[in-house]
T-cell receptor, first 114, second 113 residues
């Protein structure tokens, strides 16, 4: 069973508008959540994260919201820029005896149109 | 530049070949990971190394054999692969095994013919 799901494979927005990417999870033991961005022919790069004890974290144009009761997190990008066009992965961390383990969603392709 | 490099970037191999993927991290990290990303699927964790010791093998077939000679280098030795093993193989590192943030290399695009 997939514990982290991104139900939208793609999203298209106009430059300057808000992009909202969504992620749902099932395991209430996840203690940290991350968003990664991936350009073609490159590896995923870390974008922003949030601890499970918080409900919001902001870094410039990027804000992540966590709703623990709904087991849902979202990434807001405002204003969106063409350079934001990439695949965005949601990841959730679970601390096990041998260390933290990340579980990834399938990714959402964001296209920001000029 | 994330500080994690992978070679080769592309590899085509037959099912009877033996090849190796190489990963090197220049970040002074103590944990390294191999992930597999198949088309339209999430990243799947394959192996975890902490200070050169394998701490996790996520039910990966024995035709994939990892090696970690030191904390900066990680290899994935491949032999008698199947066409369904064609995927993007990503290496990552983290400061220590408990760290949340992992830093990824660009990946090796593997095609098994």
């Amino acid at each position: 069973d997939q514990q982290v799901k991104q139900n939208s494979p793609s999203l298209s927005v106009q430059e300057g508008r808000i992009s909202i990417l969504n992620c749902d999870y099932t395991n209430s033991m996840f203690d940290y959540f991350l968003w990664y961005k991936k350009y073609p022919a490159e590896g995923p790069t870390f974008l922003i994260s949030i601890s499970s004890i918080k409900d919001k974290n902001e870094d410039g144009r990027f804000t992540v919201f966590l709703n623990k009761s709904a087991k849902h997190l979202s990434l807001h990008i405002v204003p969106s820029q063409p350079g934001d066009s990439a695949v965005y992965f949601c990841a959730a961390s679970l601390l096990e005896t041998s260390g933290s383990r990340l579980t990834f969603g399938e990714g959402t392709q964001l296209t920001v149109n000029p | 530049e994330t500080g994690v490099t992978q070679t080769p970037r592309h590899l085509v191999m037959g099912m009877t070949n033996k090849k190796s993927l190489k990963c090197e991290q220049h970040l002074g990290h103590n944990a390294m990971y191999w992930y597999k990303q198949s088309a339209k699927k999430p990243l799947e964790l394959m192996f975890v190394y902490s200070l050169e010791e394998r701490v996790e093998n996520n039910s990966v077939p024995s035709r994939f054999s990892p090696e970690c000679p030191n904390s900066s280098h990680l290899f994935l030795h491949l032999h008698t692969l199947q066409p369904e093993d064609s995927a993007l193989y990503l290496c990552a590192s983290s400061q220590n095994p408990d760290a949340y943030e992992q830093y990824f290399g660009p990946g090796t695009r593997l095609t098994v013919t």
